[in-house]
């Protein structure tokens, strides 16, 4: 059994950062691949970015490109989420996830077996 917890969500200007922390439990985090997702009101969950359990290799919605950054300490058992030039269109709640496999499982949530509670991120304008 894994548990995640999101933290770092706030409200934030356009053009801001934010860094979202996911804390997981367990002695095997560091062979686990993680992933964060989103989901705004309304719509449906969607892949944010994902690493692999050892850092080697990471992975990023277009959406996302060039201004998020996925990376996990796995000293700390935790992966990050650095977002800058955030926009009003990034507003959603934030959730990390894994499927408990080393390797990266893709960008379907059907994919992903355990998951935190999330954590609001709001960009104004």
């Known amino acids: 059994q894994v548990q995640l917890i999101e933290s770092g969500g706030g409200l934030v200007q356009a053009g801001g950062s934010l860094r979202l922390s996911c804390a997981a439990s367990?002695?095997?985090?560091?062979?686990?691949?993680m992933a964060w997702f989103r989901q705004a009101p309304g719509k449906e969950r969607d892949f944010v970015a994902a690493?692999?359990?050892?850092?080697?290799?990471?992975y990023a919605a277009a959406s996302v490109k060039g201004r998020f950054t996925i990376s996990r300490d796995n000293s700390r058992n935790t992966v990050y989420l650095q977002m800058n030039s955030l926009k009003p269109e990034d507003t959603a709640v934030y959730y990390c996830?894994?499927?408990?496999?080393?390797?990266?499982?893709?960008?379907?949530?059907?994919?992903?077996?355990?998951w935190g509670q999330g954590t609001q991120v709001t960009v104004s304008s």
């Open positions: 996830a894994t499927a408990g496999k080393n390797w990266y499982t893709g960008p379907t949530t059907d994919a992903y077996s355990y």
């Open positions: 367990g002695r095997t985090f560091s062979t686990y691949a």
């Open positions: 690493i692999t359990g050892n850092g080697g290799r990471t």
